[in-house]
């Protein structure tokens, strides 16, 4: 055969049904809206709201998961079956309340809710794909998408405390806390054929637990600056949808421990000067100061090479934004 005939065969091969079956479009619905009210009262400031959020994939998934390609010989038909629309409403509610002149407590709660990407939940989640799916190899075709999820929510509780320290200064405590459920994970369904096959699902789920406390000058002539340091505790059984089938095509356990999620940052510092004058300059100096976020090293564990899901951390980070600005008259 003349010189890359044979690869030009193989890649039209790779390229053809069933293994790739071609572009799907899809036309997913998403829609919100939100209303906010704010109630001002002698000794009270309360203010609610309310975010309404639709989703629609307007998609379908097969409606028997163990044939999900319908290449089961004998089997009962898969046929296909609309996903449903998910509606959800989040409560948010603010209070602060003072305790005397120069003290105040605040408390808020909230309820958030997130869709999965878009292509992520599209990938394939018409599983036609599955159609020479072989019980000794369960990757071939990656992990499936799911249309038919519900978004990942997120409840979040935090109290604070104000105090004025002096004339000029004043701190506030704040102690959050994150439940975190639905979080888009891997679940494995098993073919009649004994076969499995991952696709995504709401599965994982975790929590935050932090403090907070801020330090604010306020501005005496033109300098004014303003401190505040967070220590946060963020844990959960997974922070990658794909880690689940990760591990179990690596031989271990697919549902880890909970471990730190790899956004989890023990350390936060953040200090801002300024320097300002109205209409002639401003000089502001804003300094970070956070610890690493946790990765997986590779180490050595009893008698072989073994994965320690973030186990390490990177290195404490430092940011210095520097910024002048200079007001100039000319041309009138």
Not at 8 to 18: A, C, G, S, Y
Not at 104 to 122: D, E, L, V
Not at 146 to 165: A, C, R, S, W
């Amino acid at each position: 055969l003349p010189d890359g005939t044979r690869e030009n065969v193989l890649t039209r091969h790779v390229n053809e049904p069933p293994d790739f079956p071609g572009v799907s479009v899809y036309h997913p619905l998403m829609a919100a809206a939100y209303a906010q009210d704010q109630m001002e009262f002698p000794d009270l400031t309360v203010r609610a709201g309310l975010r309404f959020e639709l989703f629609d994939a307007r998609s379908s998934l097969p409606s028997d998961l163990a044939n999900p390609a319908n290449s089961i010989q004998g089997a009962p038909e898969s046929l296909p079956q609309s996903t449903t629309a998910k509606f959800s409403v989040s409560p948010r509610l603010g209070v602060a309340y003072p305790i005397e002149d120069k003290a105040a407590i605040h408390f808020s709660y909230g309820h958030f809710r997130q869709f999965p990407a878009i292509g992520t939940m599209f990938n394939n989640s018409d599983y036609d794909i599955l159609v020479n799916l072989q019980a000794s190899d369960p990757f071939r075709f990656g992990v499936l998408g799911n249309p038919d999820v519900k978004p990942e929510k997120t409840v979040q509780y935090e109290i604070g405390y104000k105090h004025e320290l002096t004339d000029d200064l004043g701190a506030d405590l704040t102690i959050f806390y994150k439940d975190i459920r639905d979080l888009l994970g891997v679940e494995f369904v098993r073919t009649y054929t004994g076969a499995d096959y991952p696709r995504l699902t709401n599965i994982d789920f975790g929590n935050v637990f932090g403090i907070t406390l801020a330090l604010d000058h306020r501005q005496i002539g033109p300098a004014s600056i303003a401190l505040d340091y967070t220590w946060q505790q963020a844990l959960g059984n997974s922070s990658d949808p794909q880690e689940t089938a990760n591990r179990a095509d690596a031989g271990e356990d697919p549902r880890p421990r909970q471990v730190p999620f790899n956004w989890d940052q023990k350390h936060t510092l953040n200090m801002t000067v300024a320097i300002n004058k109205p209409e002639s300059y401003s000089l502001s100096a804003v300094l970070k100061v956070a610890s690493g976020q946790p990765y997986t090293p590779v180490l050595e564990e009893g008698f072989g090479t073994g994965l320690v899901t973030y186990s390490g951390r990177k290195p404490t980070g430092t940011l210095v934004d520097l910024r002048a600005e200079k007001t100039l008259r000319g041309l009138g």
